[in-house]
């Protein structure tokens, strides 16, 4: 059975379920209820129903007997058994979400190609991490000092935070990932940061511009206009050196055949000669002004190298681009 769920005060509505609790159906609609650990422990996800009844599997241990006779509910628990009005707060932007320090332990150690980490960091199991697909967290280090990294995954997938780590010569943290990290590690992380994710006021269609490891904050942001059924059309172009760099080629021509309003152009700079390739070549951005001349209708989403994101911004500028709809992680946070 399927009910409905009013939120107000900004009258945004979406379907519960029966098998689903009022939270998740929120996040598989991408809707942004507050919530933190997503097992009736916290009390962050706690709003007031004003009209409707919801039921329990069992009593949540955050709601007191006195929140339910003042008309609050815990909405990761809750499942609705009539349609509902309720009253709570909802992430618009990321600065609606709270900034958490977790400790985490590293679940899984993968790697994807020649330099590139594939991490899954597995929280407590009393907490979890609200996100926006695209944003990034820190892992906090000795001395006060952090390291940078975008989330590859989606809200509605949030037991797990992934990341990909690309190996740069030099850089202490990074080769201390390839060359010691061990499954079972445990860290502390700060998160989420940052105003990389999807405008969804907007209708715009999209053009995801990534460069290397960019393609993970692209990946969780296609995986979440996915799950939230976002009609917008999406043209991602992922611009490496060699074929060898499309880390998740397979999973980015997968989202193609999921959704038809989804495309996907990978572009090599300096393919091998035995890459054998017959695609696109050359500066991602240059493949994205051939095949988009006229920029003004668009929202472009870069994640990626700062020199990437900045060749690109004056020419996209000149093809029509408003500035507001240029969109980077590379404007606020350094990798190792
Ligand atoms: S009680 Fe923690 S999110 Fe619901």
Not at 145 to 159: G, L, Q, V
Not at 294 to 313: H, I, K, N, Q, T
Request: aromatic share 10%; proline share 5%.
């Amino acid at each position: 059975m399927t009910n409905r769920v009013k939120i107000e005060p900004t009258g945004h509505e979406f379907n519960v379920n029966s098998d689903e609790t009022v939270l998740d159906a929120a996040i598989r609609q991408g809707v942004h209820l507050p919530y933190g650990c997503r097992n009736g422990k916290c009390g962050k996800c706690m709003g007031k129903l004003l009209q409707g009844e919801v039921a329990y599997n069992e009593a949540p241990s955050a709601l007191s007997s006195a929140d339910k006779a003042n008309g609050m509910a815990l909405f990761c628990q809750a499942h609705a058994t009539t349609d509902l009005v309720i009253e709570s707060r909802e992430a618009e932007t990321a600065a609606d979400i709270p900034v958490v320090k977790l400790p985490c332990r590293l679940e899984a150690l993968e790697k994807l190609n020649h330099d590139v980490m594939y991490l899954k960091l597995k929280l407590p199991a009393t907490e979890r991490m609200q996100f926006l697909a695209g944003q990034y967290i820190d892992f906090l280090l000795d001395e006060g000092k952090h390291r940078s990294f975008s989330i590859a995954n989606a809200p509605h997938n949030d037991e797990y935070i992934e990341l990909h780590i690309r190996h740069v010569t030099d850089g202490k943290f990074t080769t201390e990932v390839f060359a010691n990290m061990k499954v079972k590690e445990m860290f502390r992380i700060e998160g989420p940061h940052g105003n990389f994710y999807i405008r969804e006021k907007s209708n715009k269609p999209m053009i995801f511009m990534a460069g290397g490891t960019g393609f993970a904050p692209i990946k969780g942001m296609v995986e979440h206009a996915l799950k939230t059924g976002m009609e917008r059309p999406i043209h991602i172009f992922w611009g490496v050196h060699a074929r060898e760099d499309l880390y998740m080629d397979d999973i980015a021509r997968k989202f193609t055949k999921l959704n038809p309003l989804i495309r996907y152009t990978p572009v090599l700079s300096q393919p091998k000669d035995d890459d054998n390739w017959q695609g696109r070549t050359g500066w991602v951005h240059e493949a994205i002004l051939e095949d988009y001349p006229d920029l003004s209708g668009y929202e472009v989403y870069a994640a990626g190298p700062p020199a990437m994101v900045y060749a690109a911004e004056d020419a996209f500028k000149a093809a029509g681009l408003a500035k507001e709809n240029y969109i980077s992680d590379a404007f606020e946070f350094n990798k190792d």
